[in-house]
Nanobody, 124 residues
Framework: QVQLVESGGGLVQAGDSLRLSCTAS????????MGWFRQAPGKEREFVGR????????RYVDSAKGRFTISRDNAKNTMYLQMNSLKPEDTAVYYC?????????????????WGQGTQVTVSS
């Protein structure tokens, strides 16, 4: 079993950048395809993007394309979410997740392990 811990959240202004990290322990991160999700107050948890176990394939929700980049460093057991040109509507708790599936998907139910989340607040 793998434990995931997110970090890097905070309060920023619109247009700023932020990099979130997701660090794994218990098992090596390279065993899992990974994803990022977010949940705003009163809304369901939504898919942000995903990355293959080797890092060669990434996919993003339309609202994140061109602004967000997911990467991973398996040697450091860490995945990243680089967020640029942040908007107030990006405000949410951001979660990283790992799946035992060969390919990570976009649904919450496809992921087996979750971090506790990190708050990102973007002011206008």
């Amino acid at each position: 079993q793998v434990q995931l811990v997110e970090s890097g959240g905070g309060l920023v202004q619109a247009g700023d950048s932020l990099r979130l990290s997701c660090t794994a322990s218990g098992r090596t991160l390279s065993s899992y395809a990974m994803g990022w999700f977010r949940q705003a107050p009163g809304k369901e948890r939504e898919f942000v993007g995903r990355i293959s176990w080797g890092g060669g394939v990434t996919r993003y929700v339309d609202s994140a394309k061109g602004r967000f980049t997911i990467s991973r460093d398996n040697a450091k057991n860490t995945m990243y979410l680089q967020m640029n040109s942040l908007k107030p509507e990006d405000t949410a708790v951001y979660y990283c997740a790992a799946t035992r599936r060969v390919v990570a998907g976009a649904r919450v139910s496809e992921y087996d392990y979750w971090g506790q989340g990190t708050q990102v607040t973007v002011s206008s």
